[in-house]
């Protein structure tokens, strides 16, 4: 099966809240698709941006990776998307910008009271990820 490589971020402001998306009726995190000749840690920063407008992000270590298996309309066949996940830091004050092109509807910054309720309609693969970085981060 087809591994299709992708980068993100779990993006954390200064109060030390989880910056989400809401994409196709789901919470999730920026991610995306690495270009030919892209390092894995500038595509991480680089989807972020794109996905949510954030220009100020401060790249932090290497969470962990994620995969999925999907139908990829694009090459027409069931693939696998590897996804490499990336600590990063902004400001609650960054101006957020949905990018709607991609079918973001909208970006939320999510506190630990919130985070379980936008939890519990996301993907295995965000729950996965985020419980790693909690396990890690204590």
């Known amino acids: 099966m087809k591994t299709i490589i992708a980068a993100g ?3 954390f402001n200064e109060l030390n809240e989880l910056l989400m998306i809401f994409r196709r009726g789901k919470w999730d995190l920026p991610k995306g698709k690495l270009d030919e000749g892209e390092s894995i840690e500038s595509c ?8 949510t ?10 969470i962990g990776k994620t995969h999925h298996k999907y139908f990829d309309k694009w090459v027409n066949e069931d693939v696998v998307k590897e996804s490499w996940w990336y600590e990063m830091k902004t400001t609650s004050t960054e101006e957020l910008i949905p990018q709607t092109e991609e079918d973001i509807e909208a970006i939320k910054w999510v506190n630990d ?8 309609n ?4 965000i729950i996965e990820i985020i419980e790693k970085w909690k396990e890690i981060s204590r």
Do not use: C, D, M, W
């Open 9 to 11: 971020g779990l993006v």
């Open 44 to 51: 991480a920063v680089r989807e972020v941006q794109e996905e």
């Open 53 to 62: 407008g954030i220009r100020n992000l401060v790249l932090g270590k290497l």
């Open 113 to 120: 009271t919130e985070l379980r309720e936008k939890l519990s």
């Open 122 to 125: 996301s993907y295995p693969s």
